[in-house]
């Protein structure tokens, strides 16, 4: 696990070169969120890692899930939503 120090040293050094190779300057939101979508902390990848894990325990027990069309009707019937 990265300390502090560590985290922010190698935020610094994404920054410089992000602001280095972008034609604009991006703000600090979106260099921060960008770090973050590369570099997810490590509370996080378990995360995935058990969502993924769970997904394929799921299909090995013949759970297919639902059709994005599927899911789309039910949750527009669950929310009441209407398409306009």
């Known amino acids: 696990m990265l300390t502090t120090t560590q985290e922010l040293l190698g935020f610094s050094t994404f920054v410089?070169?992000?602001?280095?190779?972008?034609?604009t300057e991006p703000n600090l939101d979106e260099l921060f969120d960008h770090r973050r979508r590369e570099h997810?902390?490590?509370?996080?990848?378990?995360?995935?890692?058990?969502a993924?894990?769970?997904?394929?325990?799921d299909i090995n027990s013949g759970?297919?899930?639902?059709?994005?069309?599927?899911?789309?009707?039910?949750?527009?019937?669950?929310y009441r939503l209407t398409s306009e």
């Open 16 to 23: 410089k070169e992000r602001v280095c190779v972008l034609d």
């Open 63 to 78: 759970d297919r899930g639902l059709l994005a069309e599927q899911l789309s009707v039910q949750l527009s019937d669950e």
């Open 40 to 50: 997810p902390s490590d509370e996080l990848t378990a995360e995935n890692i058990a």
């Open 52 to 57: 993924v894990n769970a997904a394929l325990r």
